[in-house]
């Protein structure tokens, strides 16, 4: 590795991080949930406005629409599911009668963050 770069945030579980949790069925859970995160997040994190917006033929599915998707998932999940509350924002204030789809469609308008070099130290 050169010395201007810096190693790759470990997955845990993946061979790079640590073991994957051994303990009750909440902590397994957590554990391979923020397993999931962090290899979306590694996958995703470099990617610019374009790439994340591209186009998976033969569907209309994207990477920044997949991204908001599992978003509004686990806001349903553990929101209004395991704690009876609302949506997080911005998914409590969405026609969704309108558009079902919603999160998938308006993905596109949405800015990713600077790539993690650019950000500030």
Known sequence: MAP???????????????????????????????????????????????????????????????????????SSFFSEDLLGGPLIEPFDAVGWSADADWEWHSAAQDTPPPPPAARAV
């Open 4 to 74: 201007d770069e810096t190693a790759p945030e470990p997955i845990p579980g993946d061979g790079t991080g640590p073991e994957p949790v051994q303990g009750d069925e909440a902590e397994v859970l957590l554990d391979t949930l923020d397993r999931h995160r962090a290899a979306l997040r590694r996958a995703c994190e470099d990617l610019d406005y374009t790439r994340l917006n591209q186009r998976l033929p033969p569907s209309t599915m994207t990477l920044a629409g997949l991204l908001k998707h599992l978003a509004y998932v686990e």
